[in-house]
């Protein structure tokens, strides 16, 4: 069966950098697009950012355009994304996400809805 672990999840200052994993297994890798979404409690979840299975098209949110990047590993089967310039607004769960629908072996969607598979979370907490 698929699964989605996260990593690297963890306390940080504001202005400080984390870098987040996901390592995935039971699926064919580059035919599916990852995202990566974040969920605040009291809040909806949210779409975060996403790439699509060979790596060349990325997409962010706007509102961690230029701070966060994610990439992806395909033989290690592993998802990243960098997030520098952390906020207080960047605390929550944050989730990774692999989508297998069509064309995503080159493009991705920030929609939750269209991720088949989730993985746990891992809390990010980000002080002032």
């Known amino acids: 069966q698929v699964q989605l672990v996260e990593s690297g999840g963890g306390l940080a200052r504001a202005g400080d950098s984390l870098r987040l994993s996901c390592a995935a297994s039971?699926?064919?890798?580059?035919?599916?697009?990852m995202g990566w979404f974040r969920q605040a409690p009291g809040t909806e979840r949210e779409s975060v950012a996403a790439?699509?299975?060979?790596?060349?098209?990325?997409y962010y949110a706007d509102s961690v355009k230029g701070r966060f990047t994610i990439s992806r590993d395909n033989p290690s089967n592993t998802v990243y994304l960098q997030m520098n310039s952390l906020k207080p607004e960047d605390t929550a769960v944050y989730y990774c996400?692999?989508?297998?629908?069509?064309?995503?072996?080159?493009?991705?969607?920030?929609?939750?809805?269209?991720?088949?598979?989730w993985g746990q979370g891992t809390q990010v907490t980000v002080s002032s």
């Open positions: 996400a692999a989508d297998s629908g069509p064309g995503r072996g080159w493009y991705a969607t920030l929609e939750p809805r269209d991720y088949d598979y």
């Open positions: 790439i699509g299975g060979n790596g060349r098209n990325t």
């Open positions: 039971g699926l064919t890798f580059g035919t599916y697009a």
